[in-house]
């Protein structure tokens, strides 16, 4: 009863407080150490406030328009000291849901999200269309005609809302998204066909993250899919998804120059299709070209001289060519690994060169301990996907560390002998600067682990040689030669060096002053290892506004191409419906 | 507590009888009037015992070797009179679900389906397989290479133990049931691509059954899904999910000839692909060629001097190219009408001439009260399609027109008008013959009704004319002449005459000798207009042992494709590994 009631009756002090606009009280829910994350309802913005002075900063400018009401807890729950609460609440535009956590009655952490706009709701479940038109009509256009127009009508001789650079998970869901809320929307992409971003990779590889942490919006993978789903796997499943959600794409089409004209507020985008020029003129621009941006090939002295092959990871496909051949691999993350042995497997000879200390941590073990949300015991306990992301979202960046600290000493204990034999090998090993592991490094800096599905056992077992803490001096015509003179002789050269910021592609798309206006994408301004300061509290211009009207950012993996496409969704439906979205920048 | 306390009771009586083989304890628990469907369970065979005796001439036959046990209940229920019961169930060789009804304590209807295969079941969510190969293997084959081996070799250098004639809802499911055991399973259809069998049908069909009903196994329609689907989407959906499902097709492949081997046991199946012959040598042979069989053309005195065009409703595509055209539709069921308000949405004068009474009911009237199993009330209830599969397979055939019935009496009472203004028109009703509606329609002969979607109303209006009740004489060039000397003046005649019996198919390909000893497919012998008796029970030949060793027929609409797959794979699972399955036969 306690852990009911005291939510029940913090929302409903909330409540008189907020409608009160009484600082004195408001600042009184809340602990001294407190944080409010708000995904739209509030902000208009993805942000976390940090403290009470933040937090009634923005209640001071934000209240009179966002009128919040209907704050009605759903569930309650006590983890540690602190008693939780799920609830939903309305706004004069929208509904949203929100988690709350108390502790000694005050407020430590709340979420707000908006979750649609009142008078646009997707049409779902009872909603749903009919889909047969009944009765008799002269002249009836069937779905196949609509689809027809479509296909022939959109980014010809009408212009979609909304333009997405970039077919992967993170444009089709968004797209998805989109078309439920019947926004037109148009899909460019470079290659031929939905899924080839993902059938082109390397020919080992499988999704890192778990079947549960990957669903797709609307269409979760049936129960009988594999918990680590094979690369081209994944390619026919999103070329599946793109028909089941028909989607408008345009494939085989590269995205040459895109510019916004402030007097208009529509962009002007050239692309080439079939050896054809056409120029769109969407309201929005979404670049959905993955978290990373161009290919980082590093320049080495004697590169031109190297009569080996040489190409980055991005480019290379298969190790069944390199059997019997000795093989270089610059850089020790995920990539580096996978393919490291993959030439192993084809009878190649291996070695790594590690530029600096690399986040290891087994798969299994990230499976027993790491998701817990994503599991399939949480689906046995009713958590599907959407609640899920929920659950993550509630947690702000800066404490997240606390929650993820224990897990990451709880792996590290079970796996110590592991961890003992790989370091003794020479291989740098991290757990994050302040130990706080892979869920925090993906944040910060999108790299720098590998997530151990075998390979690691192979460095220990000395069958891929690592060579880690010396600089590359130069080439040579058949080799890799290190500052210390070691002379590592190479067939071939894999750079499994990463990639450059997600900016790079609007530097290279719209322009040098629009990406530098932007800013940087993606890192928390942790000020840890590349990801310099200051705290941002946020994934930087992901999925929210950004310093260029109308341009948007789409990345990351599946998860959060699931769960922040509905954001990103529901601010561009906002802007095509008029709806006033004020956008709330915390200084 | 009684309804929980009464069937918990009767399962400990029934094991204990069944243990202790006590006929008159046993009997003692069924009602003199008492029904037993069973699905495999007990009888390899899908059957309704009716009666104390055929019972207990079952059981005393099959005990032996089902050694039923572990009877459990699972959750009780009241309805009307009887109290209502889910249980689980063990056999020797599998785990089933059933579902009981008592009246004053002793049983009414029961019903026991085989779920699935000890030691073969399928490995979905919990035991779901792990996709990648963890670990590093020299020589590794990934998911890729597995799928184009299947697609290079299957029906050319190795054998599929299951061969499926017709790539349609019925045969798409029931492979992907096969996939799922382990069953090496080819696909062969006549049509270039997955879906093509909606595609090529008139512009305007829609599923007449609303989506709740329509769920494909493993993959349910995304909550975002029109409720009556468009036949190209339709053709679209089943494309995809041939390809989530990794289905082996061959499409453009036409089926010639299949013998059945005695002395080797396996088919000997002749087929035609890409101009070349195929001969494939399968141990089992499903015809899931669509539970209509070969079109009904009528013999028309005159046809051959018809100068207009004539054609089957099957070939019948879009009514734009009969605009201002005078048309005459023969029949008067789904396909009649719906092509006839396709005419006339596209401007031409068309009559229909009808031969029969027909069954209509208005879509509105099915949504509301049709199928409450099946509706967006039931998911909210909790029920989804496999649990609502299972509660309408719960009632046995012969006391279905008693559940039916109230719902017809309600629905002509809530359409009264309706009728009255159709049947003034001339139009020739009827609700079947025992007033049981559709639901009954349906299993007795397949056809014979309408699901009003608007065509009716036309009728009504006098927009679409009906001439009912007269024979058709003869064709002259440019009409029809009825036998009461009206003349039909016809541009275009369709052919809405439906069609052959589904072992028709078994004549044309394997020999007309096996389709007579395989005996009629579909219906229940209920002694009801082109439903000739004996009384059957079950639908004849469908999903279950033929009198042909290793043929089977799969057939339907999309609820029927979906559960009943389970069971014909359950079947061929079982064959495969050697699972004893003596067919009862009841006599």
């Known amino acids: 009863m306690h852990s009911d009631s005291q939510p029940a009756q913090w929302l409903a002090d909330f409540h008189d407080a907020l409608v009160a606009r009484d600082k004195g009280r408001l600042q009184g829910l809340f602990?001294?150490?407190?944080?409010?994350?708000?995904?739209?309802?509030?902000?208009?913005?993805?942000?976390?406030?940090?403290?009470?002075?933040?937090?009634?900063?923005m209640l001071s400018e934000r209240l009179d328009e966002v009128s919040p009401e209907k704050w009605r807890m759903e569930s309650a729950d006590?983890?540690?000291?602190?008693?939780?609460?799920?609830?939903?609440?309305?706004?004069?535009?929208?509904?949203?849901?929100?988690?709350?956590?108390?502790?000694?009655?005050?407020?430590?952490?709340?979420?707000?999200?908006?979750?649609?706009?009142?008078?646009?709701?997707?049409?779902?479940?009872?909603?749903?269309?009919?889909?047969?038109?009944?009765?008799v009509v002269k002249g009836r256009r069937v779905w196949l005609d609509g689809r027809n127009d479509d296909k022939a009508e959109l980014g010809v001789s009408r212009q979609p809302y909304c333009l997405i650079v970039g077919g992967g998970q993170s444009g089709l869901a968004l797209a998805a998204r989109l078309?439920?809320?019947?926004?037109?929307?148009?899909?460019?992409?470079?290659?031929?066909?939905?899924?080839?971003?993902?059938?082109?990779?390397?020919?080992?590889?499988?999704?890192?993250?778990?079947?549960?942490?990957?669903?797709?919006?609307y269409l979760p993978f049936p129960d009988n899919w594999p918990i680590y789903t094979p690369k081209d796997k994944m390619g026919d499943w999103l070329e599946a998804y793109a028909s089941i959600m028909e989607l408008d794409i345009w494939n085989a089409t590269r995205c040459t120059h895109a510019a916004f004209d402030d007097a208009s507020k529509r962009w002007t985008v050239e692309v080439e299709r079939d050896g054809q020029t056409f120029t769109l003129q969407p309201a929005q621009l979404v670049l959905a070209t993955g978290m990373a941006g161009v290919a980082n090939r590093p320049v080495l002295k004697g590169q031109d001289r190297f009569r080996g092959i040489q190409h980055h990871s991005s480019e290379h496909k298969d190790g069944a060519a390199y059997?019997?051949?000795?093989?270089?691999?610059?850089?020790?993350?995920?990539?580096?690994?996978?393919?490291?042995?993959?030439?192993?497997?084809?009878?190649?000879?291996?070695?790594?060169?590690?530029?600096?200390?690399?986040?290891?941590v087994k798969s299994s073990a990230l499976q027993r301990y790491g998701r817990p949300l994503y599991s399939e015991?949480?689906?046995?306990?009713?958590?599907?996907?959407?609640?899920?992301?929920?659950?993550?979202?509630?947690?702000?960046?800066?404490?997240?560390?606390?929650?993820?600290?224990?897990?990451?000493?709880?792996?590290?204990?079970?796996?110590?002998?592991?961890?003992?034999?790989l370091g003794a090998t020479g291989f740098m090993l991290t757990f994050g600067e302040d130990e706080s592991g892979i869920g925090l490094m993906y944040p910060r800096r999108g790299a720098g682990?590998?997530?151990?599905?075998?390979?690691?056992?192979?460095?220990?077992?000395?069958?891929?040689?690592?060579?880690?803490?010396?600089?590359?001096?130069?080439?040579?015509?058949?080799?890799?030669?290190?500052?210390?003179?070691?002379?590592?002789?190479?067939?071939?050269?894999?750079?499994?060096?990463?990639?450059?910021?997600?900016?790079?592609?609007?530097?290279?798309?719209?322009?040098?002053?629009?990406?530098?206006?932007?800013?940087?994408c993606w890192g928390l301004g942790s000020d840890t290892a590349k990801d310099p300061g200051p705290w941002e509290g946020e994934l930087r211009n992901m999925w929210k506004p950004t310093r260029q009207e109308a341009l948007w950012f789409q990345g990351g993996n599946l998860q959060q191409a699931r769960h922040f496409s509905l954001y990103t969704a529901l601010q561009i439906k906002a802007r095509m419906e008029g709806v006033p979205t004020p956008v709330y920048h915390a200084t």
């Open 377 to 421: 015991a949480a689906v046995a306990a009713g958590i599907d996907s959407d609640r899920a992301d929920l659950i993550a979202a509630s947690i702000p960046y800066r404490i997240l560390p606390q929650f993820a600290k224990p897990t990451v000493a709880r792996i590290r204990q079970d796996d110590a002998d592991f961890y003992a034999q």
């Open 179 to 217: 078309k439920q809320l019947g926004v037109s929307t148009l899909i460019v992409d470079a290659l031929p066909r939905p899924g080839d971003g993902w059938r082109r990779r390397y020919r080992s590889l499988c999704l890192h993250d778990p079947v549960w942490y990957d669903h797709m919006p």
């Open 78 to 135: 006590i983890s540690g000291d602190a008693v939780g609460a799920w609830f939903s609440f309305e706004t004069a535009v929208g509904r949203g849901k929100g988690h709350l956590r108390l502790k000694d009655g005050r407020c430590w952490t709340l979420f707000t999200a908006l979750r649609e706009l009142k008078g646009h709701e997707e049409k779902r479940g009872p909603t749903r269309i009919a889909g047969a038109q009944h009765g």
């Open 323 to 360: 059997a019997g051949k000795t093989c270089v691999i610059i850089g020790a993350n995920n990539s580096a690994h996978d393919i490291a042995a993959d030439l192993w497997e084809n009878g190649a000879s291996v070695t790594m060169i590690q530029r600096s200390p690399t986040l290891v």
């Open 31 to 57: 602990l001294e150490d407190c944080y409010w994350r708000d995904f739209l309802a509030f902000t208009w913005n993805i942000v976390t406030l940090e403290g009470r002075g933040p937090i009634w900063d």
């Open 449 to 520: 682990y590998y997530i151990d599905v075998g390979a690691s056992q192979l460095i220990i077992d000395g069958q891929i040689a690592v060579k880690s803490g010396v600089e590359i001096d130069h080439l040579t015509e058949n080799a890799v030669v290190m500052a210390d003179g070691t002379t590592l002789p190479a067939d071939l050269i894999v750079y499994a060096t990463g990639y450059g910021p997600m900016n790079d592609w609007a530097a290279q798309l719209i322009s040098p002053a629009v990406a530098e206006q932007v800013g940087p």
